[in-house]
């Protein structure tokens, strides 16, 4: 692409403190086979204390840096970002999740159709450890090594792209609607638009191996969700949804068997992974429970503050 011409997908990223915590994705956002394409949208406190290296950009085809001051939602802050961008797509990445280099390229083609979204399949970037198995089950089993593109009515949140113009006709609920990325792709669907899952290209997650760091995001992205979920509720019906939360962790448990029959996931991985799946299946109905309940309680920062710094939530090795 020569000088002059717009991207075509702006990439949305978020650190809460330095530019380091992003460094990685970055590297493989430059290995993208059309990253000569692509604006960067960086989301970040300040630009001093973000200390960017700007020779990391050169490649792209712009840097956006947006200045929000301390991140205590990571999904106010990707809202920003979207307004920021310039391109009419913008995909969501974090700093633990790590592109194939085909993955900019396949996703920008896949978005000259009418879909409003286009997510990847999803990959484990540190498949040594049963507990990083579980956390990528429970967040990401429906689109895991996924074997076929198609229509469908879920994509992996933080990791998929939309296009901008559907992303800013939510105005001021765009931050809140992005909290839980589902209630977002539900809307998306009930407007007559649909959801594509391109199994061309992966994006490689890196989970959590930490079991204390695991259950304690398990419970409040549960939260978070049911919240999210049950906005504008009656209290009947918030109190019918606590009821049946005991259920939630035996649905899903047998939600992800089935999928797991259908992905490639190694088979090797189960059964040595179900204690750990059912904990933290357990684990986040709970949270789920207390959501329709009681609201999100402080599940938006306390979501915000685990989501980054992987490392510190790493065993060593694993």
């Given at each position: 692409?020569?000088?002059?011409?717009?991207?075509?997908?702006?990439?949305?990223?978020?650190?809460?403190?330095?530019?380091e915590t992003i460094r990685g994705t970055i590297a493989h956002l430059q290995e993208q086979t059309v990253r000569n394409r692509l604006e960067i949208v960086i989301v970040a406190p300040t630009l001093e204390e973000l200390g960017v290296d700007r020779s990391d950009f050169t490649c792209f085809n712009g840097?956006?840096?947006?200045?929000?001051?301390?991140?205590?939602?990571?999904?106010?802050?990707?809202?920003?970002?979207?307004?920021?961008?310039?391109?009419?797509?913008?995909?969501?990445?974090?700093?633990?999740?790590?592109?194939?280099?085909?993955?900019?390229?396949?996703?920008?083609?896949?978005?000259?159709?009418?879909?409003?979204?286009?997510?990847?399949?999803?990959?484990?970037?540190?498949?040594?450890?049963?507990?990083?198995?579980?956390?990528?089950?429970?967040?990401?089993?429906?689109?895991?090594?996924?074997?076929?593109?198609?229509?469908?009515?879920?994509?992996?949140?933080?990791?998929?792209?939309?296009?901008?113009?559907?992303?800013?006709?939510?105005?001021?609920?765009?931050?809140?609607?992005?909290?839980?990325?589902?209630?977002?792709?539900?809307?998306?669907?009930?407007?007559?638009?649909?959801?594509?899952?391109?199994?061309?290209?992966?994006?490689?997650?890196?989970?959590?191996?930490?079991?204390?760091?695991?259950?304690?995001?398990?419970?409040?992205?549960?939260?978070?969700?049911?919240?999210?979920?049950?906005?504008?509720?009656?209290?009947?019906?918030?109190?019918?949804?606590?009821?049946?939360?005991?259920?939630?962790?035996?649905?899903?448990?047998?939600?992800?068997?089935?999928?797991?029959?259908?992905?490639?996931?190694?088979?090797?991985?189960?059964?040595?992974?179900?204690?750990?799946?059912?904990?933290?299946?357990?684990?986040?109905?709970?949270?789920?429970?207390?959501?329709?309940?009681?609201?999100?309680g402080t599940a938006v920062e306390r979501s915000a503050e685990l989501e980054f710094h992987r490392d510190k939530h790493l065993i060593k090795g694993k």
């Amino acid at each position: 692409m020569g000088p002059g011409h717009a991207a075509e997908m702006s990439v949305v990223i978020v650190t809460p403190d330095r530019y380091e915590t992003i460094r990685g994705t970055i590297a493989h956002l430059q290995e993208q086979t059309v990253r000569n394409r692509l604006e960067i949208v960086i989301v970040a406190p300040t630009l001093e204390e973000l200390g960017v290296d700007r020779s990391d950009f050169t490649c792209f085809n712009g840097l956006e840096i947006v200045q929000v001051g301390s991140v205590t939602s990571s999904a106010a802050a990707r809202a920003v970002g979207v307004r920021a961008a310039h391109a009419p797509v913008v995909a969501f990445v974090e700093d633990h999740s790590y592109p194939a280099p085909g993955w900019a390229e396949i996703l920008i083609d896949d978005h000259c159709r009418p879909w409003a979204a286009v997510g990847p399949a999803m990959a484990n970037a540190n498949p040594q450890s049963l507990i990083s198995w579980a956390n990528l089950l429970i967040e990401y089993s429906p689109w895991l090594e996924a074997t076929h593109a198609r229509v469908i009515n879920h994509l992996p949140g933080h990791n998929s792209s939309y296009k901008r113009n559907l992303l800013l006709a939510y105005g001021p609920r765009l931050e809140t609607i992005l909290e839980a990325e589902t209630i977002l792709q539900w809307d998306l669907q009930s407007r007559g638009h649909e959801l594509f899952l391109e199994a061309a290209t992966k994006m490689y997650h890196l989970n959590m191996t930490r079991l204390r760091s695991s259950l304690s995001l398990r419970f409040h992205s549960g939260r978070l969700f049911a919240a999210a979920r049950a906005r504008g509720w009656t209290p009947q019906r918030r109190l019918l949804y606590t009821g049946g939360a005991p259920l939630i962790p035996l649905v899903r448990l047998c939600r992800i068997l089935s999928q797991l029959s259908r992905s490639r996931t190694p088979p090797g991985v189960m059964p040595w992974v179900l204690p750990a799946l059912v904990a933290g299946l357990t684990v986040d109905g709970v949270g789920e429970m207390v959501g329709y309940a009681f609201g999100a309680g402080t599940a938006v920062e306390r979501s915000a503050e685990l989501e980054f710094h992987r490392d510190k939530h790493l065993i060593k090795g694993k």
